[in-house]
């Protein structure tokens, strides 16, 4: 199982580790409650086992204008958007956040993804000056938290920032032999380290979908509620463009991205569907239990009929009370 750059240094300050994907990556330092609550500060969170692929060449924002959903043309070096590559038909091949550089542009996508996105994305690309090639020996630090901003700037450290839906987050790439010198400075900054236990917590909390387990290829982009912030409607066309519009223009979802709060005694997990007056409503994605939080939260899909309000349900088997919101 490979290795983070930066896990000999997580170590020693007391890393728990565990498999994400097919990375051995910090899971908690030990107090995963002190780490979801310092993450209301500032949480310094190890992401360099997501996938990196490096686009190169003239055309490389040219052609990511054409495929991605967002506008790129629109970004210069040090921006950063979020995007979407989606097949004709509306479904979503990945997610992702670009990030411009001044001589290549990175794409940031889930673990696992890298192959594919380079295969069908690369597969777009005839006559133009572009080639896609997975990013090696490179660390991705990211802070998040109500003092983010400040940290990033006291660590004196150039940071791309991303802006969420409860807050910008900021994103550092490093090669992987200057990543411990570079977490050392926003430790010392005040930035506290997070495993990927509080991770989950967090972008549950925040409402931020993951490529396979809120996400699949199976869904259209406004199923999953992203075209709002990863889809331009002034760009132009790109692959899926007229699918995306005319299921907005006319309400044609089959499904919808919600959120749910459960009974913490709920036993609730990923998988169980819930039901609105006996009928089946949906079904969860993702769910987490915050240890400071006085319920159980989670992201899910609500059939059409039931995404449009916020609606009481039954969770599982244990029929545990729950309730939805529309995202």
Known sequence: ??????????????????????????????????????????????????????????????????????????????????????????????????????????????????????????????????????????????????????????????????????????DLFVPAAGAEAAAKRLVNAGARPCGVDAYEMLRIEKGLLRYGRDITEDMTLPETGLDRISASETKGCYPGQEVVARTNTYHGHAKKIVRVEFEKSAGAAAGDKFFVEGKEAGWLTSVSVPPSAEKGRGLGYALKGYFDAPLDVRIGAAAAKGRIFPD
């Open 1 to 170: 199982m490979p290795e983070l750059p930066l896990n000999p240094y997580w170590k020693s300050l007391g890393a728990r580790f565990a498999a994400e994907g097919t990375w051995n990556v910090p899971a908690n330092f030990g107090d995963v409650k002190a780490e979801y609550l310092a993450a209301k500060d500032t949480a310094l969170i190890d992401f360099s086992w997501r996938a990196k692929i490096k686009v190169t060449g003239g055309d490389r924002i040219l052609v990511l204008h054409r495929l991605l959903t967002n506008d790129i043309k629109s970004l210069g070096p040090g921006r950063a958007c979020p995007a979407a590559f989606l097949t004709a038909q509306g479904k979503v091949v990945a997610v992702m956040d670009v990030y411009v550089f001044a001589d290549h542009v990175l794409l940031d996508a889930e673990a696992g993804l890298g192959k594919k996105i380079i295969d069908r994305l690369g597969a777009l690309i005839i006559t133009e000056d572009a080639a896609l090639a997975e990013a090696e020996d490179l660390a991705h630090l990211g802070l998040w938290g109500q003092n983010a901003e400040a940290r990033a700037r006291a660590s004196g450290l150039a940071f791309f920032r991303r802006d969420l839906p409860e807050g910008p987050a900021f």
